[in-house]
């Protein structure tokens, strides 16, 4: 479904947008520096995978899988934002047997959050403590989701919290949850610097959500001390900025690999949490995000800067730094 009608299209590599236009008239872009380049990849090779966020049911995972199949968009993730607590046992294995039918990962979000929770600090201008689990009782129940989901299939786990991942990876190494369960931060809580980010990763996290507003240099500056993949939405939620990045999606490639490329959607209505009375919204803005997904592989086609991407079923993040247990 690639459109090869552009007439400047450079068929022997990746090019920028506009670029033997623009350098026609004198206005070409300066030459990439190599060192801004990110020297880290996924361990099978690839530079980029692709992820469908919300998706909050199995009806909408539906959608999701038709869609993609109809136009051709390579999934290697979804994930969920209402959270385990929102889906019955019938529902996850649903949602888990059909994306293991497929060979993509399913991500569901754990337990409560501080922005539901009957603290009013997160209502103020400030945010107060923003996505975290307020007290042990909270804690207690994204570890109860954690197990209940995974005892279900669901191999991927979505976290807003630093000690709820510290004690999910603590769960992990002990056996209590699958060894081979990936932990990923949330873009709602996501660090923004090299150093926070080092420190998600020795957390446990096996996937970061970093802030869809951060320049190209922040991406270098994150991949000279971490190796870890790196989740970027290429069209932000409205909560999250409204940010649409798809001409920069070669470029964020470059400089963020390993990095998985987020279809979100601006301009859509709030979901979460989801129940019956949002099914319209979520199901037609599911099938947009597909739809976004092939305008921004398309494009990335045009540029020829399509390849490098992950082989469909790859899931698991390679070595990664962690804290010790004992510390």
Not at 290 to 308: E, K, M, T
Request: hydrophobic share 40%; charged share 25%.
């Amino acid at each position: 479904m690639t459109d090869t009608s552009d007439p400047f299209r450079t068929p022997t590599g990746p090019r920028r947008p506009g670029e033997r236009a623009l350098s026609a008239l004198g206005l070409a872009a300066p030459a990439d520096n190599p060192a801004d380049s990110s020297p880290h990849a996924f361990p099978d090779g690839g530079t980029w995978r692709t992820e469908i966020p919300s998706v909050e049911g199995p009806e909408a995972l539906a959608v999701v899988l038709k869609e993609s199949s109809r136009l051709d968009v390579p999934v290697h993730r979804v994930s969920q934002g209402s959270g385990v607590w929102m889906l019955s046992d019938a529902e996850i294995t649903e949602m888990a047997e059909a994306c293991a039918a497929r060979g993509i990962e399913l991500c569901l979000f754990t337990g409560p959050r501080g922005t539901w929770d009957t603290g009013g600090s997160t209502r103020t201008a400030s945010g107060g403590a923003g996505l975290r689990a307020r007290g042990h009782d909270a804690l207690a129940g994204c570890v109860e989701d954690a197990l209940r989901a995974t005892e279900l299939g669901v191999p991927c786990l979505l976290v807003a919290d630093e000690g709820v991942l510290w004690t999910l990876h603590r769960l992990r190494e002990r056996g209590l949850l699958p060894s081979d369960t990936t932990l990923k931060v949330s873009a709602l809580i996501g660090p923004v610097n090299p150093a926070s980010v080092s420190v998600y990763e020795r957390l446990g996290a096996d996937s970061v959500n970093v802030p869809s507003d951060l320049t190209a240099a922040h991406f270098t500056e994150i991949r000279r001390v971490s190796g870890t993949p790196l989740d970027l939405y290429i069209e932000a939620p409205d909560d999250l900025g409204g940010y649409v990045r798809m001409y920069e999606a070669a470029e964020l490639i470059r400089r963020a690999a390993p990095l998985y490329l987020k279809f979100g959607l601006s301009r859509a209505p709030g979901i979460y949490p989801y129940g019956a009375h949002l099914r319209d919204a979520a199901l037609d803005t599911a099938r947009e995000r597909v739809r976004r997904g092939r305008l921004a592989l398309d494009l990335l086609a045009r540029h020829g800067a399509d390849g490098g991407m992950s082989p469909l079923g790859s899931r698991l993040p390679g070595p990664l730094n962690r804290f010790s247990l004992k510390d």
